[in-house]
């Protein structure tokens, strides 16, 4: 069953057409790999889907229902949530602070009861902080919960982005480039995280991302995209046969 | 940012209304200053409160003049008590923010800062041409706070131009209920939600923050208790005019913030005591006066760049110590209160420590 299907997206930023007609769908509980060369339009692609743009044509649906140009938080209220590329952290907070924050659509009494500290919230409370507890030591950041979110190693402020997502228990993450910036053994533990993610928490993922050996190793389905545009689909091993990839995808990456 | 706690409130704020009126009751000059003191401090925590949400503003005169003026219609004009005028007036001023934060607050950064300046000095210009509240005469003759009695007992007693005593409790009081207010919003999980809007919009709306509203509410809370405070001032001081809400009232709300300390909690009553009294005790050296206190500023600037309060970090070892023992003292006391949650982790593992 499809949980995201996006029908004829465009967008236009004054002349550039940053997306052109993109069609595609993600069913559940699987890994989806969006690739392609720098400026493929993979971000925009996520910003239009989450509501951060409004797109200048076509149709998200999610879930059944139709979500295209709805508000952000409306759409992660809905079970969407993306992570950022460049690591987007609440950096002046510690970490356990950060999953705390991002319990906003976890917790069900109103900002007047959390103000007044109302009977009901504190139980609540309670219940907020042991699940975001739950979800650090799950991810192996327990032991960094009092530390600053920016004194936190690389590798782990991706991870720490994973924990803010995981906190929402949206229904699909959208990945992007979690593993920017990671060694060799970083990347594999990241990896492992995202599949043990979506089978143990019975998440659909979109992974977007640069490099071809992690998308070919994570993913079931594959989109590529170049200029907007998407020249090819398939499963991981159909389309590193594909020409028109091998041409645009390699062809850039030499030229840069 | 360190979490302030409660203790320091309730002790500062029984000096302030207990210490200060037993030494200076008869002292209308020091009354006078105290009473200013507590007005701009108040407003001075609402540029913070707006700052929480990474918003700098310079347009909080604009929403003391609209508490003035409200009240100042409410009073004169609908025949209103003070008693009633006050919380009306706040409380028009705070849907009056709310209505044009949808607008106002789209703007982010220096535009927002410009846009906040630019929106108070529209607004004093327009009630300059506005003859029902007079115009550029202002108004004058506003009614004192009325006396309330039930039968011959005096709930509060009658305000009298002579005696400042009654204003001081007032404004003093209404100062404390401010920072109480603050201290709980900064601590409850709406405190995180402005501290997260200032350091990442993006990513609280993608986590489900609706950032909007909740600009809006801080906005909106802030102009409501600067709303508090051009109500009281506009019934002390009985008369007032356009021009007495310029952009400078604004600068300086900022700057009363930023000398003691935008982050901290005190910090907008620290710098605003603070630099009120230097400039009281320079009046003797009256043509160096504004040099040296602009001097001090720029020192503070210089040398404590977080504000005045960030001397915290230089402190010697028996402060700390000593603050140390007052904490604990403190949560204590608040463990067999019946503690407010959200206020430290340690805590509830003590409870159920001694539980089990």
Redesign the interface.
Known sequence: MALLEVYGLIKHFGGLIAVSDLDFVVEKRTILGIIGPNGAGKTTLYNLI?G?FRPTGGKVIFNGEDITGL???RI??KGL??T?QTT??????TV??NV???H??F?KSG?IA????MPG??GE??RV?KRAMEILDNLGLGAHKDKLAKNLPHGNQKVLGMA??M??SPKLMLLDEPMTGMDETETTAMMNLIKRVRDEMRMTIVVVEHDMKVIMGLSEHIIVLNFGKKIAEGPPREVTRNRAVIEAYLGTEEGE | ?KKSRLYPIIILAAIYLVGIPILFRHNNYVLHVFILCSQLSIVALTVRLVYTTGELTFGQVAFVMFGAYGSGILAMKAGFSFWLALPGAGILTGLFASLIGFPVLRLKGTYFAMLSLVLAEVMRHAVRSWDFVGGVRGLYDIPRPDAIQIGTLALIPRFTPRDRLPYYYLIAFLLVITMVVFW??DR???G??F??IR??D??????????MKYKI?AYGIGAFFAGLVGSFSAHYMTVFYPESFSVWDSIYYVLYAFIGGISYLWGPIVGCFGLLWLWEFLHPVAQFQMVIFAGVVIVVILFLPNGALSVERFLPSWWTGLSRILRKRSKKLAAQVGA???SS?RK?EGKSDGSA
Do not use: C, W, Y
Not at chain 1, 88 to 93: G, I, K, Q
Not at chain 2, 202 to 211: D, H, P
């Open positions: 989450t951060v508000s952000t938080h992660a209220s949530v993306r950022f987007n952290l609440f950096h002046e907070m356990l602070q705390l924050l991002a906003h659509l917790r900002d959390q103000f007044f500290a919230f504190q409370d309670r902080k803010l997502a906190a929402v | 940012m709980r919003l409850s999980p709406l995180r939600i501290r997260g350091q990442s993006a990513l609280a709306a993608s986590l489900g923050v609706n950032v509410i407010m949650p959200d982790d509830a």
